[in-house]
């Protein structure tokens, strides 16, 4: 095979799942060493696509060639065993397992069938130093780690194998900027060895530094081949994407402070060992941005806001004190929480979009308990059109949405029942540009409405453009507040880095 | 799919836009360059099943009626009869009203190993002679009182007690056995003169079935309004296919925890009634091995044993199969060595029988 | 075997025997018990009857062991008997079979086993057995049904039988009996089916039998305790075409028979007093004692009640014997 | 949530078992929900073990002590003697070996209802006179053959005939306690003069402990070894705890499914050996309930019945703590209703116990 020879064809590729034609043809050529973006919306099929090329699924119809010799990837282990390694979207780790029996699980160094894990473990340890994590433990169980520490995992299993292309389907979307950066170097590393890299991120800044070449999905078709990665103007990424063209990201804010009514305050908030002391309020019609580190605390604050966890200090809503421990009084005080984990802390992924909507407010639906089903549909149809949750069929199960539009599922939750204040973290996390902009619409029409909103999220310029005012936290305290106007990417990048800043 | 919007509209106000599905559809679609398969991916397939639980239990209806041809042709005269038809609705009335309280146990994500030995109790308690000196109705009350009660503990014990739901109920068959046996001092007690208002639920018919059938029948139907139609049935799947997403969505999956057991304890009890009116006694023996058979029932009837997903007609369904097989066998006279083995045949063939009929329909 | 429903119950009467100055007090023993789960009436008679009968007597302390149905724990039970050394062991083993092992290491230790009920294969393993006649029982209640249906003149009668736990060998001594009772008079068993030894078992069995058969002419019920089960389910489906014959003797049969009000016209006797004596044979082994009765010096090797037939006629004798179910 | 069982559903709509990895991320399953969090909750701290697994089984051993100054209070005299530790290790034996197999497959995400009458049916074939007629390595060779046999078939039902483990095990239960029945024709199979090798595992003595105990202590080592030492048993926690994750790390999982099937098999294999030498005899009757025993054992020893966590050395607690119990209850002659209340009670406070202890350790 010359150098310039593809190392990966795949032509014509069809999947087919029921109800749902996830891929219709898609064509997709890598050249070794290359580092290949793979974008397109929220199911457009990128993760159907590289799970066919892993072994995961089996295509209905399609060719893929590799190295020049057609190849039939019938199992994970086929592909593993051609040089195919992946990191995949859902962390697919065993939590009950340790670093380093994941790392190398279904090929762990063994004699007789018995594990030489002292082996296993020091391939592992150097594996995450050549990651420049060399402070994770090989022997520490995975299901203690954070999502980024597995994320680091992920790779490191991914390297484990003696591979040629290697796949990662947003890799980057639990990790923050420095870590990002991480990622780079060993990817260059990897290029600079010959391997090729499928990548799909949705952060077209990440396609700008690293890609060479993109490939754009739409709609389970390829629509764009082999554009240059660094000079391919956003504009036409975003309309091949999308279809159209997407002008402005973040709404426009309301002029001035907010003079709503404070609907939280916080005082001396305190979870012991995760933050402490943390003080600020929130009113009606505010959008507060908490900018701050993956591992800083916020998700903790968040949840301890909401009741959902044990805390020390005082969190008050509207004048009425929160319970600890309790989520039942949080919504019925007015909150509303989108989590961080949505499959995990907020789908009902087997049922259908209609009843995970109206999940939080089925006592709007039900007389001494008896529901009133045709309310509850109409007003799930109306949300599903609103919110442009796509497919529009609200009576399709919640699993079979792809992760923005399940993204909206979750949000339209809580616009059912009126919120008084939501509590958002990381509401985009993989979510393409068209709906974010149409996410970031949502909330800020919430704010105008006079919901109070408290945002997390690991994208500085996410939380700069739709907060109105922001709360900087570096390990469990809160470091700065300002209004979002008044700050910068690069302040906000400095102060929860080094803190130094203020 | 695509959304037939302009983009300054879709980026500044998305929630002006009243678009209908319908136009999604549409081929206006096609200018963007996908056709057909566009509807087709949005839309789904037309007559999908709303729950995948709720998928017409074909198999299941398959197995029954397999088993109905079977009883056809080697028991033609027995089989097919109305007082054949009615004994196997009697025999099916007691486990009968107990798979429904496991089926919302186990849709909620929990197992509940007592209820055999919870109706034992029930019935005991029910039979003393200081209860049946009070007459029929307090029979009736203590038995239900019971269950429900010994539900609360099983629930508590759970919820609050943090016990895995196996053990919990594990230990509360173990004691409400000993209980009954304690109470009852051993000895099989017999529904008192005077008290025949129990038993005449399994002796008195109304058109032509006892009216056990009819109790039978109401907890099964108020079983499916609940579970169906009510927001205690919705926050049961919930609790049990994600209790966290549940947690944070502000139901309190503790409390509802303990009510789903509290009410499978319930259904013990008035299961409890049903037995005693049948066997006119309480005992300590009564409901052995119940748990098992309203479990496997209950997954016969494709409720995930992991939670959030069943339904009570597949339950009932279930139960029926294995209520048909033993009647099968003891008319064709088979000995119950053979009877097993074709029990674990059956169970085999039903169950695949199921699947092939919810993948094709998929 | 008897089923002469005159003959008097000696063997199977609780109150303690007067003669010889056996129940004189003599030296201190200790008697170990074992039995199944008294899960049923006549297992829970068993258990109290032996206990009653060691309260009579000053000098026996009575060491009852946890009953169970699981056969390792029965053996564990035993060992723990073995090993506390006491001076007699009464067993009714779960499996007479699967017991003998135990029963023969305590003979071998030098403690005499009282075999109560189902036998140990192997005579070294006990000093004595005493238990019901269960083939005996099945002939009894064989000829009851024969000579009954012989008397009505009924050919080619449809005649069922409701077993107990049909894995236990005494069920199959007692299907024999019957079997070979039956076939003196030209008849057959139609259908048999096994009902647990309980209630629910019983009801359930036999609402199924009834359906299989429209016209039945008699059925033997092998136990009294799952019979109220049996009963129940006759009643429901409103039958009466037939007469059945219970088994065991529990008080509770025997006033069904008095009454003289439903199917039930006879049982077949299988007394749990059975276990009183056991203990009593106990204590006199333990003791060196005989049989004062007999002319023998020792307590003899095999002792076996006889089965009684019980019927309206001569019910009101049997009833103070008949246990509570 | 999607079953964390059934491989093959799992591999069936991947985007599904979303639940497993994530739910642990906030280690601080505390005030979440459920009980089921046990295992979970020892997560945690630095410095502690490295499989949650093998957490010392802190709760279980103090529940063990407190058991055993019951029994010095109670019983002095006969609780605390050699024969009596003998004793309760004998007994412990045969479901103890079961308890091993029934730990793999619990790990591995499944459950096994037929261990019982699966070591019935192999005590049943060992024994039958044709066997017999080969000699006593013939009938051990044949009893473990058949156990591997019948956990084969599970295996195959639930990997590749994707019945949930429940069914296909409850059916081979009723199944195979059926084919037990027929083969003895439900008698109990004595083992023949000059078999009596069989018998000597329980009769003769090694350093005062029986031989059968030295098979018990074997088999619990190989699969202590096999568990934590080998690539199989590592698989087997990620096929549990989270089988798409294997699947896409190329293990393949059906067909480490039926090898964990198999296995539990194969120790029902070898504890029908076990129960031959202690009752002389092969049965139908062998084995009663067993697998409500071994898998309380196997939760009671901490490890997760939603597959994943686990370890052999809590089950063996687990069952230690059972057959104390009962040998505490002989030793005072307790009857069997308070026997079983107790027994209720016991369960539940060695339960808290036992998380009380993994709590103040967290
Ligand atoms: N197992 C499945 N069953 C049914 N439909 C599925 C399944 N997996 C994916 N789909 C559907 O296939 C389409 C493509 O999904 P896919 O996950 O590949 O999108 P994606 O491009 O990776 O999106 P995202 O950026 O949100 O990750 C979506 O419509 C999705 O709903
Ligand atoms: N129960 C717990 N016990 C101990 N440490 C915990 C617990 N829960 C969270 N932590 C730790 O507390 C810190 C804060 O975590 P948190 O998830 O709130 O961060 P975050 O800012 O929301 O980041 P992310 O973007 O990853 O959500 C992390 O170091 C985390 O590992
Ligand atoms: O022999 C007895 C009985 O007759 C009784 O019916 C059941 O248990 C057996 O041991
Ligand atoms: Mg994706
Ligand atoms: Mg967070």
Redesign the interface.
Known sequence: MSENSPLLLMKGIVKQF?????L?GVDLEVLPGEVHCLLGQNGAGKSTLI?TL?G?HQPDEGTITLGGEPVRLS???AA?RLGIS?I?Q?????????VA?NVF????P?RL???G?GEANRATRALLARLGHGEIRP???V??L??AA?QVVSMA?ALSHDTRLIIMDEPSAALAHDEVDNLFRIIRELTAQGVAVVYISHRLEEIRQIGDRVTVL????T?AVGLPAKDTPTRQIVSLM????????F?PRRDGPATGEEVLRVEGLTVPGVFADVSFAVRAGEIVGLAGLVGSGR??II?AV?G???FSGRVVVEGRPVRR????G???LGMG?A?E?R??????????VT?NI???S??R??RF???D?RREAEDA?AL?????I????P???V??LSGGNQQKAVLA?WLLNGRKLLLLDEPTRGVDV?AR??LY??IR?LAEKGVGVLLVSSEVPEVLGLADRVLVIREGTIIHQADAGDLDEHRVLDMIMEGSAL | MESAKGPVEAAESPAANAKGPVEVVKPSADERGRGEASGHRSAGRPGWPARLGEVPHLGLVAALALLAVVGLVTVPDSFATGSNLVSILALAATIGVITVGATFVIIGGGIDLSVGAVMALASVWATTLATQSYGPLVMIVCAVLVGAGAGLVNGWLIAYGRLVPFIATLAMLVAARGLAQRMSDRKTQLVQQGNEMIVELSTTRLLGLPLLVYVFALVVVAGWVVLNRTTFGRRTYAVGGNPEAARLAGIDVRRHTVWLYALSGLCCGIAAVLIMARTTTGSSTHGDLYELDAIAAVIIGGTLLTGGRGSIVGSILGLLIFTVITNLFILNGLNTSDQLIAKGLIIVVAVLLQRRSLRSST | TGNTPDAPAAASAPAPAATGGNDAPGDKVVIGFSAPAADHGWIAAIAKNAEAAAKQYTDVEFKPVEPTNDINAQISAVESLIAAKVAALVILPNDGQQLNQIARQASDAGIPVINLDRVFPDKLSYRTWIGGDNYGMGVAAGHYIGKTLKDKGVADPVILEIQGIATLPLTQDRSKGFEDALKTYGFTVTAKQDAQFTVESGTKVTSNLLQAHKKIDAIWNHDDDQGIGVLAAVKEAGRSEFFMVGGAGSANAMREIQADSGVLKATVTYSPTMAASAVKLARLIAQGKGMSDLLENQVPQSITLASETITKDNVAKYLPLGFES
């Open positions: 029921p109800g749902v034609r996830a219709d799970k892993a995961a199992s994970p282990i593993i992946t995949y859902e962390l697919d780790l065993v939590e009950g397992l340790s029996e699980l279904g090929h762990e063994a069938g018995f594990v894990q022997t520490t169980q299901g203690r954070s999502p597995r299993r739409k709609d389970g078709r629509v999308t279809g159209r063209n997407v002008e402005h990201v709404p998700s903790e949840e909401y959902a966890r044990r421990g309790g989520t039942t949080a919504v019925r929480l989590p984990e499959k995990a802390q907020a789908l009902l992924l087997d049922q259908s009843r109206s999940l939080a089925l006592g639906y039900s308990g008896w529901l089903r149809r599903v059109e609103t919110l442009d796509r497919p529009p069929d009576d399709r199960p699993k079979t939750r068209g902009a149409e619409a949502v029409e």
